[in-house]
């Protein structure tokens, strides 16, 4: 089944759009599906042009598109189990929140909290994505635990804050302090960040660009080759964060 | 007519020992107070009467009327904000946080521009507090850090800290140790035993590296980290633990420095670190006035101290989605109610425009920044001067605030309730 959602035209189009609903299961059984509109409930179909086509027998099979201005949609994919959602262009913050299987593509960019305390599937976001990729909510004290966010331009701030688990790939540059927090899981930034795992506990986290700002609180620990897209790199090890008796693992690029 | 025990309604102090001379319906002197207790006092920049913007100018309207338009302007919009809250008393404030679970709006305090981040970090790893009492009469060693108390705080050192004897420090200046740190040096650093000066945006750094040396781990510490050498690390270090009771105090170049709440989680984890050699206590030097009961009166209601989204009738906060820095700046809300504070004058210029795109109104008692960019004013009186209720201290004391004469204005409560029984019966 190919569900597909074009956004109609708002006369407010900041306001933004809470759509924890769209996610393939839902498709498959129901025909009530309702977003919030700043502070109104309104149906889906208020909002978008729906088209519907070929049938499903589980939510596997359900490809959800969604195109038009996406950008200020929200919680997208939220507690997302299984099937596709391809987002032909931006999306708005959390999105992916919570999901545990199934696949997310976003063609554009993503706002921030994108896979917030993702369990398992896979995000690719093929632009840009917002501060907190890969993060937790607010005084939750283990973010991401599973699954794949690989973000081929830039994430922000805080990338991977309490990451425990799972795999998260910026390939481009990320902002100040990914992987704060982080206490497992693996978080690879291919290009330059500031201040890497501050008050990380365990983990490993692999800078391939410049690494600013480096915290004065990580021991030495020699270096090791390590592949990164089909080439190999001498990298720089580091055991931390001491102020906070860390066990992880940072490795820079030598 | 002299009032003693004065309550000053500038800053978090809010210091009690004022004696205030009234004349009629106007403040005439003011003793025990600093230059910024005497300008809120005897300033009179007061708004007449409500004014609603007619063309390129004002026109003067009654309350019912501009309070029957705010009403309007609100139940129209699909994402009001109500913004502000920290110039006004405990009661108020609680009405306003009823009022946007009603119309399913965000409300959010001054926070978001100054100690939102200490409190987002004392949610991650709790508080080691105290009242200003117990530093008063027990600290013998003070850091304030990237805070500047006297000139935002100007009674801070002699009520509490540096000038102030307490019952366990008989003579402060003497046997107490005070340390500033900050990114350049200031009126406050001129008066400290140990002055640090940190590289901007190096605090925390400078907060992991003391963890680590007052865990023991000196080893491992640079030559410098941040501009500070290690020797000075190791000072600071050792007087710390050899203290018999220590104060912590940040300000907001803290807070609003790069990295932010981390920041001040580095900072509380210091002081727990402290705590295994003596005792340390960590406090916000709240600025705003009642900002502090602004975030006790949002919890009690909501379970959240700033940034409550009530779109969807139930509470939800995200700091950096449900605050207003970030919902002005994405230009999200379509309306916008201003109480007690001058966001015209502390945010950022996107945010401004977008204040003055949308119908904004002000419940305020001065003419500010923000009444340019609004469409409705509402004066109302000035607590702790022509209105009372109750105000917390920086360190979560609630103070009772005087009322000094009866004016001519109502009281944001008065104007808030009758705001929110017009709401309530348009909702049905
Ligand atoms: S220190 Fe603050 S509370 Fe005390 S008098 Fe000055 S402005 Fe008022």
């Known amino acids: 089944m190919r569900v597909v959602l074009k956004t109609r035209p708002r006369e407010k189009p900041r306001i933004p759009i809470e759509a924890e609903e769209i996610i393939p299961q839902n498709f498959l059984r129901k025909d009530d599906i309702t977003v919030y509109y700043g502070n109104k409930e309104r149906s889906l179909e208020d909002l978008f042009f729906v088209t519907i086509e070929g049938p499903a027998v589980s939510p596997d099979q359900v490809e959800v598109v969604l195109t038009g201005e996406t950008g200020m949609i929200k919680r997208v994919g939220e507690y997302m189990n299984a099937g596709r959602i391809i987002i032909e262009g931006d999306i708005g913050m959390h999105c992916g929140n919570f999901m545990s299987a199934g696949e997310i593509v976003i063609r554009g960019n993503a706002d921030a909290w994108l896979g917030r305390e993702m369990r398992g599937g896979r995000i690719l976001c093929e632009g840009n994505a917002g501060h907190y990729c890969a993060a937790g909510y607010r005084g939750e004290k283990r973010g991401m635990r599973g699954g794949t966010v690989e973000v081929k331009g830039n994430a922000g701030d805080f990338t991977a804050e309490y990451l425990s688990g799972g795999e998260v790939i910026i390939h481009g540059n990320c902002g100040d302090l990914p992987g704060v927090e982080m206490r497992g899981g693996t978080l690879v930034v291919g290009g330059d960040c500031a201040r890497p795992c501050g008050n990380m506990t365990g983990g490993t986290c692999m800078v391939f660009g410049k690494a600013r700002q480096f915290l004065p609180t990580f021991r030495s620990n020699g270096s090791q080759e390590v592949e990164y897209a089909g080439k190999r790199y001498r990298m720089n090890t580091f055991r931390g964060d001491v102020a906070n008796r860390g066990k992880g693992t940072l490795m820079v690029r030598a | ?428």
């Open chain 2, 1 to 428: 007519m002299k009032v003693e025990d004065v309550v000053c309604p500038f800053c978090g102090c809010l210091c009690d020992d004022l004696v205030v001379e009234v004349e009629g319906t106007r403040v005439v002197n003011v003793e025990n107070g600093c230059t910024l207790a005497n300008e809120k006092f005897m300033g009179d920049h007061r708004l007449k009467a409500p004014i609603r913007r007619a063309g390129n100018a004002w026109e003067e309207i009654s309350y019912d009327e501009a309070i029957e338009e705010t009403a309007a302007i609100l139940l129209d919009a699909d994402r009001p904000l109500l913004y502000g809250w920290s110039g006004t008393f405990g009661e108020a404030q609680s009405v306003g946080v009823h009022l946007a679970e009603l119309l399913g709006a965000v409300i959010d305090n001054t926070s978001t521009v100054c100690h939102g981040p200490s409190i987002m970090a004392i949610q991650e790893v709790g508080h080691p507090g105290c009242t200003l009492g117990q530093v008063k009469n027990r600290a013998d060693v003070v850091v304030y850090w990237a805070a500047n108390p006297i000139e935002a705080h100007p009674r801070h050192m002699s009520r509490y800290t540096t000038f102030c004897d307490g019952f366990f420090v008989k003579s402060a200046f003497r046997e107490r140790k005070v340390i500033v740190v900050d990114v350049r040096e200031t009126e406050s650093s001129q008066v400290a035993d140990e002055f640090v000066k940190v590289n901007p945006g190096g605090d925390y750094a400078v907060l992991s590296a003391l963890r680590a040396i007052v865990r023991g781990k000196r080893d491992l510490i640079p030559a410098t980290v941040e501009g500070v050498s290690r020797e000075q690390l190791f000072r600071v270090a050792d007087l710390c633990m050899s203290a018999k009771f220590g104060a912590i105090f940040f300000g907001v170049g803290l807070t609003m420095a790069q990295g932010k709440y981390k920041n001040i989680r580095n900072a509380i984890e210091l002081t727990e670190e402290l705590n295994r050699h003596t005792k340390f206590t960590i406090s916000p030097m709240r600025g705003h006035w009642n900002v502090y009961g602004s975030n006790e009166v949002f919890t009690w209601i909501t379970g959240y101290p700033y940034a409550v989204d009530f779109a969807r009738g139930i509470a939800f906060y995200n700091p950096g989605e449900t605050t207003s820095v970030d919902i002005l700046r994405r230009g999200e809300c379509d309306a916008c109610l201003v109480v007690a504070s001058d966001p015209g004058a502390h945010f950022p210029r996107a945010c401004a425009e977008h204040l003055a795109r949308i119908p904004t109104v002000q419940i305020d008692p001065h003419v500010n920044a923000t009444t340019h960019l609004s469409r409705i004013q509402i004066p109302v009186a000035v607590t702790g001067i022509d209105a009372e209720g109750t105000a917390y201290r920086m360190d979560g004391v609630p103070i009772r605030t005087r009322r000094l004469f009866y004016g001519n204005y109502p009281d944001d409560l008065d104007v808030l309730e009758k705001l929110y029984r017009i709401i309530r019966e348009a909702r049905g």
